[in-house]
Every structure is written in C-alpha cells, then in structure tokens.
C-alpha cells in the first residue's frame, strides 16, 4: 500500500514538474543570482549592478593586503565587475573581475608578494586563455589573484614573484572580444570587487570621503529648509558612494563623482478637535421689586450671579483641543562632481604613494 502511495506521489510530482518547468527554472535562477550576491565583496557591501562604488569611511581596511593596479599602462575598466550582459550570449550574467583594457603587449605586474600556484595555456580551451593564479599571504589571510586573456606569460608555476614584478602583457586569448585583462581576486572560493581592493581605490575614498560626508550635511540641511512650520525632521539615514566618471591618464587627472543618497524621517503635526467657549450667564435683569426688607430684589442678583458662573463654566467645558502627529519617509539625492590631479602617473601603481 505504501508503495503504491509513494509511486503514485513520484508520477504526480514528476507531472507538476515537467508542466512547471518554467517556474522551476526561474527558482533555481534566483537562488543562484542570490548565492552569487552573497559571494561578492562582505567587507564593503558592493552594489554589484552597477560601477557606481560604496565608499567606507574606514579607509584603512580599503586597501588592507596594499594591492596594486594590474596594469601600469592602462587605468580604464571597460567592464566592472557584478552583474552585466554577457557579450558572447546577451544574457544577464555576474563578472567575477574586472576588465581592464589595453594594447597587445601592454605590461601586466603582480599586485602583492606571492607564489605562481597554476599557469593555463589557451590551448587547453579554458575560458580564460592564457591565465595565471598567484597565492598571497598577508597576516592572516590568504587569497589569490588571477589575470586571464594573456598574450605572453612570462614567469613559471611554482615560482615566487615581487609586487609590482612583470608577469605577463596583455592580449585577447581565450573567451574575449579584444585586448585587455580580465582581473580577479578570490578569497575562500568567493570573488571580491578588484577595484575596490585596489591601492587607487583607497586613494579615491581617502579624498572623497571627506566630501561625501559634507554632501550629507548639505543635503541634511536642503531637507530642513524645505520644512513648514509644522514639520521636523526627526531621523534620517545617508550613505553616498564613487563613480570614476573619465580619466586621462596623459595627465593623470580623473574625474570622479559623489552620489549622496538619504531616507529622512519628517514630522508633521496639526491640532485637531475642541469646540468653541460658550457664551456669559445672564440673571434676571431685574432684580425684583423691593417689598420693604428687598428680600426679592435680593433673590433676582442672586439668580443673576448663578446664571453669570454656569455660562462661565460653560465656556470652559467647551475648550480641550488635541495635536496630532505622522511620520512620512521622504528620500532624496544629490551628487557632486571632483577632478582630481596626481604628482605623476607612476606613483598609482608603485609604493611612492604611500
């Protein structure tokens, strides 16, 4: 009998998965898309759907293992990395490096002290053409970088290279459209943003954050003069990132832009309720005929001053107003755009900057 119910629940579900193929696939899509994400940049947060880079304002662990711009020829990332179209497939696909591009022959160096672990050539058919991984160990940590679509490969597996040693020059060998190099790091099988790890990138946010949190305060203070008088601004929560706009690297100057973006708590608070006063008491205008003692003329002020204290009482009863109070989320942006200028164009990519 229960085998039976088993055998008939395995057809049914076979059923439901071959009429819902679609809903399956786009499932596991997700989960994969989702798994991805998680294995990008921890340290940083990266937004890897865009080239639009989140600063950190603790600028020391940007560029904890010192690692240098791969290239010493070209700056220029034509394909950053996360999420793009996969020029081969046209399809939504996640980058695990960068792509720096160049010129046949351009000179590519180790960017950190290391050990060459594993050398492919082009003619195996990887991917990646000719490629090299060099292992690093900084304190504690361990990664690796990788550097793939070669032309010449210029040191051997095995062998212990120096940073900023030339290693290889760049070509178009393997899965590529045109000379450049496909830049990675790894670190315990997850892929981590090259550029944000990258010596030039913690030359960039060490000057900008400064001016990424002055653009907060300016913004802060935009929200609070379009304020009526019965708002406040009550929380709020801001974060603002880089954008490597242009770059001429005849002159070394780079035109960059800083993005703020703020969610703000405002307050707007309006009376409500409460009705007017009522009107003065009115006793009787006379206050009766005196019949010799006055007694009545007496007893009319008396019922005069009773009426004058009830319609007072009234009045007061009738105040009571209340102030209500809402919460509403407003977000808000502002960008600002920076040129910035370096002594000479060696210094990006060697020591003499630090």
């Known amino acids: 009998?229960?085998?039976?119910?088993?055998?008939?629940?395995?057809?049914?579900?076979?059923?439901?998965?071959?009429?819902?193929i679609a809903v399956v696939l786009l499932i596991i899509a997700v989960m994969l898309y989702t798994f991805l994400e998680d294995s990008t940049d921890e340290l940083f947060g990266s937004d890897?759907?865009?080239?639009?880079?989140?600063?950190?304002?603790?600028?020391?662990?940007?560029?904890?293992?010192?690692?240098?711009?791969?290239?010493?020829?070209?700056?220029?990332?034509?394909?950053?990395?996360?999420?793009?179209?996969?020029?081969?497939?046209?399809?939504?696909?996640?980058?695990?490096?960068?792509?720096?591009p160049g010129s046949f022959g351009d000179p590519i160096q180790a960017t950190q002290n290391g050990k060459v672990i594993r050398i492919e050539e082009e003619a195996k058919g990887n991917g990646y053409g000719n490629v090299i991984y060099i292992e690093h160990k900084i304190g504690r940590d361990?990664?690796?970088?990788?550097?793939?679509?070669?032309?010449?490969?210029l040191v051997e597996e095995g062998q212990t290279v120096e940073q900023g040693e030339r290693i290889g020059t760049i070509g178009s060998s393997g899965r590529s459209t045109g000379p450049h190099l496909h830049f990675e790091i790894r670190q315990k099988d997850k892929y981590l943003d090259p550029f944000k790890m990258s010596y030039l990138y913690s030359l960039f946010a060490k000057k900008l954050v400064p001016e990424g949190d002055k653009l907060i305060e300016e913004l802060v203070q935009q929200i609070q003069a379009?304020?009526?008088?019965?708002?406040?601004?009550?929380?709020?929560?801001?974060?603002?990132?880089?954008?490597v706009i242009d770059s001429n690297m005849s002159k070394v100057v780079f035109?960059?832009?800083?993005?703020?973006?703020?969610?703000f708590e405002i307050e707007t608070c309006t009376p409500t309720g409460g009705g007017g006063g009522g009107g003065e008491g009115e006793g009787s205008e006379d206050g009766g005929e005196g019949n010799g003692d006055g007694a009545s003329g007496e007893s009319g002020d008396e019922e005069g001053s009773s009426g004058?204290?009830?319609?007072?009482?009234?009045?007061?009863?009738?105040?009571?107003?209340?102030?209500?109070?809402?919460?509403?989320?407003?977000?808000?942006?502002?960008?600002?755009?920076?040129?910035?200028?370096?002594?000479?164009?060696?210094a990006l990519f060697t020591n003499d900057w630090r």
């Not at 088993?6 to 076979?14: A, N, P, R, W």
């Not at 996360?82 to 996640?94: C, N, Q, V, Y």
């Not at 035109?255 to 969610?263: A, F, Q, S, T």
Request: with cysteine; charged share 20%.
């Open 142 to 153: 361990t990664f690796t970088t990788v550097y793939a679509h070669l032309l010449n490969i």
């Open 255 to 263: 035109h960059n832009r800083v993005k703020v973006w703020g969610k």
């Open 226 to 243: 379009g304020l009526g008088p019965n708002q406040a601004l009550v929380g709020y929560e801001a974060w603002f990132g880089l954008q």
């Open 308 to 346: 004058d204290e009830a319609g007072n009482d009234e009045g007061e009863s009738g105040g009571g107003g209340s102030i209500s109070c809402s919460i509403e989320t407003v977000e808000a942006q502002l960008e600002k755009d920076y040129f910035m200028t370096f002594g000479k164009k060696e």
């Open 1 to 20: 009998m229960w085998q039976k119910i088993s055998v008939k629940i395995g057809i049914s579900m076979f059923q439901w998965l071959r009429e819902n």
């Open 48 to 100: 890897a759907s865009t080239n639009e880079y989140m600063m950190t304002r603790q600028v020391e662990g940007v560029n904890k293992w010192n690692i240098l711009w791969p290239t010493p020829k070209n700056y220029d990332i034509s394909s950053p990395y996360g999420m793009r179209i996969d020029p081969f497939t046209g399809k939504l696909a996640f980058h695990t490096g960068i792509d720096i």
